[in-house]
């Protein structure tokens, strides 16, 4: 194997590595349901309707996130025993490519839903929302380390917000 390859095959090593311990800190940590917490209900007058129907949403949605979220979970464990046992670049690509098309399917079924829900609410909630989850941002409670292990403001370690799909620190922000 030539160096270049070396370099490349431990950039991939490395960035799946990060992946991983992301995505368990992701299992750890349950989703922010916004639409069952009294404080985002009153401040933004959701009506006990579109409560239901945003749940529905999420409800329904759920089994398939689960699945795609196994789906990825599995493909990524297969791309990590590749990575300790296996030379061939080729299989190891294609193992990549089955890792990453998970993880595109489980983002884009995620955001349909959060784009179905927000269609529940009025124009005016939806930027209400946005300005909601500006405030946690800003007071740490959705903000998604970068790095795993980076640290709030306040010394403590972050879990990453759920509710968003992992995407890079300037584009973390909410899909409202």
């Known amino acids: 194997m030539t160096s270049s390859c070396t ?31 009294e404080e ?8 006990t309707d579109q409560v239901t129907r945003i749940d529905k949403i999420f409800e329904s949605t759920r089994p398939e996130l689960r699945q795609e979220m ?11 025993k590749l990575i300790e046992t296996s030379t061939d670049e080729a299989l190891i690509a294609r193992q990549i490519d089955r890792v990453e098309t998970a993880r595109a399917n489980l983002n884009k079924t995620r955001s349909l839903m959060i784009a179905r829900m927000r269609l529940v609410l009025t124009a005016d909630q939806r ?9 946690r941002e800003s007071q740490g409670q959705n903000r998604r380390p970068s790095q795993p292990g980076v ?5 403590r370690r972050q879990a990453p917000d759920t509710t968003k799909p992992p995407v890079p620190e300037s584009r973390n922000r909410p899909g409202f």
């Open 127 to 135: 930027v209400r929302l946005k300005e909601l989850y500006e405030r």
């Open 70 to 80: 196994d789906e990825l979970t599995r493909y990524d464990a297969k791309f990590q």
């Open 40 to 47: 985002f209900k009153k401040e933004l007058r959701l009506t």
């Open 151 to 155: 640290e709030s403001r306040d010394g």
């Open 7 to 37: 370099s490349r095959l431990l950039a991939v090593v490395l960035l799946a590595g990060l992946a991983t311990v992301e995505l368990a800190a992701s299992q750890a940590q349950q989703p922010f349901s916004w639409w069952r917490s």
